[in-house]
């Protein structure tokens, strides 16, 4: 089985900043989150667990599986999105006229990069990559996979898995702290 969560909660998630791949830890709310998530979710299986080499996720998934027997394995194709030269925009939501928001708007209209950032094509593409070469052969032996990591590295995750089109990608709504059982 595939379980997908997203880290807890920085102070960028609460000052509505655009994180990233800005390595922003998680904040005692965040830390907070991820215990009370190991709390509820400790009857859930797990024989390995692959994480974003960002601290805010790797701190989650250390919190996670405390006291557990589960390897933790870092992979840089679970980054989050990359926002180039938005990184650490607040509120890019309530300024209409931000170029950014297109990307979360109206994602298919989403196709060339803006001020540096990353396209979905390339966020896809690193992704599938790692689900065909990681997870999917560890589905087909019945090992019990997590991925803890963003929510825009998740969303995609989650189309490419599903073989969904980029204008479904926030369909999935990633919540902080909120494992998800993926259907393969």
């Not at 790797?58 to 990359?82: G, H, N, Q, S």
């Not at 928001?101 to 390339?122: C, I, Q, R, W």
């Not at 999917?136 to 089109?165: R, T, Y």
Request: overall charge negative.
């Amino acid at each position: 089985m595939l379980y997908i969560i997203r880290h807890g909660k920085t102070d960028w998630n609460n000052e509505r900043r655009l994180q990233g791949r800005t390595d922003i830890p998680l904040n005692e709310e965040g830390r907070k989150m991820a215990e009370e998530a190991r709390e509820r979710y400790r009857d859930v299986h797990f024989d390995i667990c692959f994480s974003s080499p960002l601290k805010r996720a790797k701190e989650t998934a250390e919190i996670l599986l405390r006291d557990r027997d589960v390897p933790i394995t870092t992979d840089d194709r679970l980054l989050e999105m990359y926002f180039g030269e938005y990184e650490g925009l607040a509120y890019s939501f309530q300024n209409t006229d931000c170029p950014i928001n297109v990307l979360f708007h109206d994602p298919a209209s989403y196709k060339e990069s803006m001020g540096g950032a990353e396209t979905f094509e390339e966020l896809f593409a690193r992704t599938g990559e790692f689900y065909e070469e990681k997870v999917k052969p560890l589905l087909a032996e019945n090992k019990d996979v997590l991925i803890v990591g963003h929510g825009a590295m998740n969303s995609a995750l989650i189309c490419v898995i599903k073989h969904l089109p980029v204008s479904k990608i926030w369909d999935a709504g990633i919540e902080n702290c909120k494992l998800l059982k993926v259907e393969v």
